[in-house]
Structures are given as C-alpha cells and as structure tokens.
C-alpha cells in the first residue's frame, strides 16, 4: 500500500500531553509521520499534492491508546473481529488497541501472539498489541512462558477478568516479570468474595433482590498485590479499580515508590450502581459499577494523577447472552467508540481538565507498555485524532461500528466528539 498523500492540519489547537503542550498551529504529516509542526506552515513551501484541512476550532491530540479491550478474534468473531474492533477504535480516536488474552485458543503461546499479529496486520486499520496470558490457560496456577511472549511481541501480560488466587504463582510472575521489564496487569477481584454476586454490594441490590459483590473483594486483593510488588519489585498495574478502599491502598502504594500503576473504566467514572435499576443489562459488569461516592472518588484520582490510565474495558456480547434475566445475563459492554465522548462528559463538568483527560487515555497507557504513541512530536507516528468539542450529538447504538450493540450509552447525549482520525498519517476514520 502506497504512503498516504501529504496532510497540513491547518490552525488546530494542539494538545500534546508527552510535552505538557497547549498551543494553537498547523501539523505538517508526510510519510507517516509528524514532520513539523509550527504556529504557520502554510507559506513555508508545502510538499507537493498536500491535503489541508481546516481544522479552526478542533482540537488535536494523540490518537488514544485503549490498554483493554476484548476482541472475539480468533473464536468469537460473532461477538467482535480485530476488523469491526478497528472501525470502532478508529470511530472513537482509538489509534491502538491493547487486546486481551480470553480468546479461543487462549494468547499463552508466542504462535497465537503472532497469528493475532498477523492477522490485524491484514485486516485492522488502527495499530493491534495483544497482552498474553500470565497463566496457562488462563487458570491460575502455571505461569506462561513470559520471555518468549513477550519476543513474540505481547505487551503486557494478564489473566484477563480472572483474578490469580495464589499469592505465591502471582508472586512468581512479578519476580519473572521483572527481568524482561514486563508489566503484570491483574484484575483485583477475589472470586470467592464476589460469588454469584452481580451488581455492587449494598442497600440497592437489596432493594432489587440481587446478589452484591463488596467492595472488600477488590480491596483485598489489591492490598495483597501491592505487597508482593514491594517484595518482588515487579512492575504491576491493576486492572480495573472501582472504589475508594483500593485508591487508599493505590495511593500509599505510591508513596512509598512502589512500581504499582491502576486504571479506571470509563464506565466506572461516569456511571454508577443506580443505572442498573430497570435490570438493564448492558449495565451489568465485571467488576460491578459501584455507588455515587465511589464514583466521585474516582474522577478525582484521575484528576490528581492517582489513576493513571482509562480504559474502555470494550467487552462485545450478543443479544442472546445480554436480553436474559439481569442475574443470568453476560458481564460486559462495548466502549471502544464511546470512550472519549464519555471522558469529555467529565471535561465538560469540570471535574477533569482536557490535557489529564488525553493523558490518561493515550500517553500514560504508551509509556506503561513502552510503546511509540501517546504524543506529537515532529518525527514519531502520525497517530492523531482530531476532536470538534463543540460538537453535540445523540448515539444511537444501531449507528456503532462494532459487531456487538451491547453500549451502555444508547440514546445518551454527549457533547463532543471525534471527526477525523489518522493512523501513520493515513485518514481511517473521519465523520461526514
């Protein structure tokens, strides 16, 4: 495939979090890559055959990096492939995706790494790393191979939505991690706390006469994970924290300099336990949208830099496994295209500043997996999204570009979204 033409993103503002830079200019991008960038480039000699487009009133940042995402490929291509994945990433300012090791057959050997690799090489339009499983099978009890994954090209590696109930097989992955810089991404939920429980713990699930999973199952565990990062000294990243308990464990974790890192969901930070009234389903997730207070408190640790990185926690189901009983329902939402207009609601209010925003869903989530995204400088990737904020608009699931329709979000209101989208320099999404 031929390079893409020359592109100038004329009179932007340009928000680069990897340079804390704020300003107003035009981006130049040829061959791929961000060539220069200045207040005016028009009448500095332009390549031959350049596209401009005006970009007065947009803003453009790196394109996101989503660090969790399921998608169904290989063996579950009825709930989501890395193609329908990459048109709902690109949709949604989503230059890279980080995909999860639950597929069939399971990503814990470096064959299945590559055939992942290969396969979004010839068939996604925005870049695809996958995370490895952190044990055989995901079962918890043998670790995988984690030098020859990660030469393979996993990124991370993860049990997915499982947790490891061993402290010493966990404690072993992090001692292993450590020698090839590898990050140990866990999700903090003790499966026995948790039990049968499907919403958050507490009067409303008492109310709906459905089983709660508590807070405690998360924090627990968290607790137990900080502890074998101090004595391992393994990088380790939570997966998915939901709570005010695990960011008092996070944040003395962080004090003492422990390399411990988390994310949120964005579904955690602008929804919570009451948009599970009605049973509606597509609210139902693992773990379980929490109560107001925890909501809050999690806004204001992206706020501080606490939380590191927002995820989509983009989790495809069909209709048959979502339109059931709320109890028997599967977990899980799609999220990839709905990200950032979810995160801007947060903007929007106040309650987090734009640069924290696109740092936390694109240059943070980079430097954790060492990847050459998340930023503008002249010479890296032309990975960009260019975002009208001003835009108001209604979604309509039917719309989405993922196989799945399974949002949290349909009919919602958001205000501001994505209108362009280029991945090494090649326009992949953009909205007419």
């Known amino acids: 495939m031929r390079d893409p033409r020359p592109v100038l993103l004329a009179g932007a503002r340009i928000l680069d979090p990897s340079r804390d830079l704020d300003t107003h200019g035009d981006i130049l991008v040829a061959d791929g890559v961000i060539k220069d960038m200045a207040g005016s480039l028009r009448d500095a000699g332009l390549p031959d055959g350049t596209e401009i487009v005006e ?59 590559d055939f992942v690799l290969r396969r979004a090489r010839d068939t996604a339009i925005v870049n695809v790393h996958p995370m490895a499983a952190l044990t055989k099978g995901l079962e918890g009890r043998e670790m995988t191979e984690i030098g020859l994954l990660r030469e393979a090209g996993a ?66 565990v968290l607790e137990r994970d900080v502890r074998l990062a101090a004595m391992t000294g393994g990088r380790y990243h939570a997966a998915s924290l939901t709570c005010a308990e695990s960011l008092d464990v996070l944040r003395r974790a962080k004090q003492a300099g422990l390399p411990v890192t988390a994310s949120a969901s964005i579904n955690h930070l602008t929804l919570n336990e009451r948009d599970v009234v009605g049973y509606r389903t597509f609210f139902k997730l693992t773990p379980p949208l929490r109560a107001e207070p925890d909501r809050r408190a999690l806004v204001e640790a992206v ?48 309650s987090v500043e734009l640069m924290t925003l696109i740092r936390a869903m694109s240059t943070r989530p980079a430097e954790l997996l060492g990847l050459p995204a998340g930023t503008l400088r002249p010479g890296r990737a ?42 090494a320099g090649r326009t992949v999404f953009e909205y007419v």
């Open 55 to 113: 970009c007065r009133g947009l803003i453009a940042v790196p394109g996101l990096v989503d660090m969790r995402a399921f998608v169904g490929e290989p063996g579950a291509e009825h709930r989501e492939t890395l193609a329908s994945a990459s048109q709902a990433a690109a949709a949604g300012g989503v230059t890279t995706i980080i995909c999860q090791p639950d597929t069939d057959p399971i990503i814990d050997e470096p064959a299945i790494v």
């Open 155 to 220: 990124v991370a590696f993860t049990d997915g939505t499982r947790s490891v109930p061993t402290a010493q097989v966990l404690r072993r992955a992090l001692v292993y991690g450590r020698h090839f810089d590898a990050l140990i991404v866990h999700h903090t939920q003790d499966a026995s706390l948790a039990g049968e429980g499907v919403m958050n713990e507490g009067e409303l699930a008492s109310r709906l006469g459905l089983a709660g999973v508590p807070k405690a199952a998360e924090a627990i």
């Open 303 to 350: 706020a501080d830099g606490l939380i590191d990185v927002i995820v989509s926690d983009h989790d495809p189901q069909d209709v048959d496994v979502k339109r059931l009983p709320f109890s028997e329902a599967a977990f899980g939402a799609i999220g990839l295209e709905t990200m950032l207009a979810a995160g801007l609601r947060l903007v929007n209010d106040g």
């Open 382 to 423: 032309a990975d960009i999204a260019l975002i009208d904020p001003d835009a108001a608009w209604l979604l309509d699931a039917a719309t989405l570009k993922s196989r799945s329709r399974n949002t949290p979000f349909h009919e919602a209101r958001f205000e501001g979204r994505v209108v362009r989208t280029l991945v």
